[in-house]
């Protein structure tokens, strides 16, 4: 495998003119298996990529390159249309035959671009996984914004020796497979933040086209706040002798690091994993919950919460009777004050058999048995928000109450109860996405995420027959 990409990058493909970091993710690429990079806008990551594609496929015979992007579009006017123009103006002809998002050297030896169509992942990354070589670069684009199948695909392609992946994005999303690996001790992470950048540090054009100083300018005055001295937690920053406290918006642009939480999400990464760092704080109740699957590969979870921890146990393929077997006795062992079932789904017939089996006698009467239903009306708990059910309550509530609460660790829960996300609606009202919605940016449902909602509400009084709000 050829070791010198910069020499391919400089000398064949004519392109003198790299800075510090586009040199650094080059030879990165040939040196470690993950690169990741982040960075602002304008700063030159989809080019040097472009580069990296040509300068791994031309000097190594019976190699591909695999690219993608969150949509088609964006694989054909991103990457591919940087590839085009490097192909075409190169100091050497290249060969081979340049289609509009593949080059063609041989059967064998070639790049493409898969396209993805929304809502039609799990297609294309079956599509990536017919793609296999002893030497493959995978590069995608975008990478924030790529459905987790497609990085399932890519796992499952790049298993040879010099298998090699590039991952390029804006760091927009505190959340998703961009930012797992972003945070992997095995990713080699490159920034490319906007102040190291040649026409920043000059002040004046060294670069055409690429990122300049009333850009810049432009952002701090707009999503930046003038304060008296350096923050690390608020992610400070000096620029022209004054200190700047970044919004969420100009972390990302700006610094090219991650913002504390997406603009629409609802519960920020940090305080998730902060909250699976607490200790358990001593109280008095027990509450459990469970979400009950209703198709495929969901899960039926149980969720307790005892001293303010949240702990789990989940099922799969239990039909009604064998998880309302397992709900008597997690009732049982563990005594929880109230114990709901969501019962939107085949949940109710959980529901109805738990109540038979108190009739009978069972099942203790000592724990009251709550039937939810999302869709419902918000109750009155003195907010001063609007909700357009009782699921957006709930989960608001929930993002209220996660500063003071424990959560066991998981790495599913940490990455779901983060990438929750919410809107208004036109009423002004707090919608939470559905679980149909949740599943197709997550590849499974958001049950963990339910139950925890569930159980962290119990405490307040959401029975209908009920007209107080809250219990204590």
């Known amino acids: 495998m050829q070791h010198d990409p910069l020499f391919t990058i400089k000398h064949i493909l004519g392109i003198e003119n790299l800075t510090k970091e586009q040199e650094e993710i080059a030879l990165s690429v040939w040196s470690n298996r993950v690169t990741a990079v982040k960075s602002s806008p304008s700063m030159g990551k989809t080019f040097i990529a472009a580069a990296i594609c040509l300068a791994f496929l031309l000097p190594n015979k019976d190699s591909k390159v695999v690219s993608t992007a969150p949509t088609g579009r964006q694989v054909e006017d991103l990457l591919w249309s940087e590839i085009a123009s490097l192909y075409n103006n190169c100091k050497y002809p290249i060969g081979g035959k340049l289609n509009t998002t593949d080059l063609i050297l041989s059967d064998k030896w070639f790049a493409t671009g898969i396209s993805t169509t929304p809502g039609k992942e799990d297609e294309s990354s079956v599509k990536m996984r017919g793609y296999h070589a002893p030497k493959i670069l995978v590069i995608i684009d975008e990478a924030s914004g790529v459905h987790p199948a497609i990085f399932e695909a890519v ?62 300018k432009k952002q701090i005055d707009k999503f930046c706040e003038e304060t008296d001295h350096h923050v690390k937690e608020d992610m400070t920053f000096e620029y022209e002798g004054k200190i700047y406290k970044p919004s969420n918006m100009a972390i990302w642009r700006i610094l090219a690091e991650f913002p504390v939480s997406a603009q629409d999400t609802l519960i920020g ?32 979870v149980f969720c307790l919460e005892k001293n303010n921890r949240f702990t789990y146990k989940a099922y799969y393929h239990f039909d009604i009777a064998k998880i309302t077997g397992e709900a008597i006795k997690f009732i049982k062992e563990h005594t929880p004050r109230k114990f709901g079932v969501d019962c939107d789904g085949i949940g109710a017939g959980v529901y109805d058999n738990l109540m038979e089996a108190q009739k009978l006698g069972t099942l203790s009467k000592n724990t009251d048995l709550v039937e939810i239903h999302g869709g419902a009306s918000p109750i009155e708990l003195h907010q001063t928000e609007q909700f ?21 660790k998981n790495d599913e829960i940490l990455d779901g109860l983060s990438d929750i996300k919410y809107k208004y609606t036109r009423e002004g009202k707090i919608q939470i ?15 963990y995420e339910d139950a925890t909602i569930y159980t962290n509400f119990m405490k307040y009084d959401i029975n209908p027959v009920f007209k107080s709000a809250f219990i204590d």
């Open 155 to 216: 796992e499952d392609i790049t298993s040879s020796e010099y298998s090699k992946v590039l991952m390029i994005s804006n760091p927009t999303n505190p959340s998703g497979e961009f930012f797992k690996a972003c945070k992997s001790k095995t990713t080699h992470v490159i920034k490319m933040n906007c102040f190291t950048h040649p026409n920043i540090i000059a002040k004046k054009e060294i670069i055409k086209g690429a990122i300049s100083t009333a850009w810049v």
């Open 269 to 300: 990464y940090a305080a998730v994993e902060a909250a699976m760092n607490r200790s358990e704080v001593i109280a008095s109740d027990v509450f459990a919950s469970l979400d009950v699957a209703r198709v495929g590969n969901d899960k039926s």
């Open 388 to 408: 357009l059910n009782l699921r957006a309550q709930m989960y608001w509530t929930l993002a209220q109450d996660i500063s003071v609460k424990s959560i066991e």
């Open 433 to 447: 996405e559905s679980k149909e919605d949740f599943k197709k940016r997550n590849s499974r449902s958001s049950d």
